[in-house]
């Protein structure tokens, strides 16, 4: 199957769209159904849960919320928001894609079984919440050119941690 096309938003965060998520979804599950329901609709909020089935396979559950105030189209982003939950629940998120596109994070040589030294430094350290997914994304990265990928998408601020300058550099080495 063809990967999910991941895109960058503001900030260098990479994200996979709703409508990419659901082509994504058809293309290895075409039996997938999708049922979603307004929870509260007003004339300026709307919730919605929206509850993805794969036959065989499965269910996830989503919900969201959005304001007129926020939004215009408040009621179309509050059932989209819940998809987009439900999808990432059952596999089809972000995190997915990037794990798909870049292979399995790596934890031990599979000859020594020694622990990989990129996985001591990330263990070691104490991330913050905007550095954690980046971290996974550095140990998970199966080549230098996967790494230099994440390291392109990673924000600014995060790119400047001494740790993960030193993660990175443990990366590329085991890389070579």
Known sequence: MEQPRI?????????????????WL???HPDATI??????LTETAAVF?????????GSATGHGSETAKDFPDF??????????????????GTLDALEAA?????????ETGEIASSTLVAEQEAWSPEAQ???R??????????????YQAMPAPVRGLPAMARLIEARQQELR
């Open 35 to 40: 049922e979603t329901v307004a929870l509260s």
């Open 49 to 57: 849960r929206a509850t993805v089935t794969v036959p065989g396979g």
């Open 102 to 110: 870049e292979g399995e994070a790596v934890s031990a040589d599979p």
């Open 137 to 150: 994304h550095v140990l998970r990265a199966r080549s230098r050119e996967a790494l230099d990928r994440v």
């Open 133 to 135: 997914p980046w971290v």
């Open 7 to 23: 895109i960058t938003l503001r900030g260098g965060v990479p994200y996979v769209t709703i409508a990419e998520r659901l082509r």
């Open 75 to 92: 009621i179309e982003k509050a059932e989209t928001k819940a998809l987009g939950r439900a999808l990432a629940h059952l596999g089809f």
């Open 26 to 28: 058809r293309t290895q």
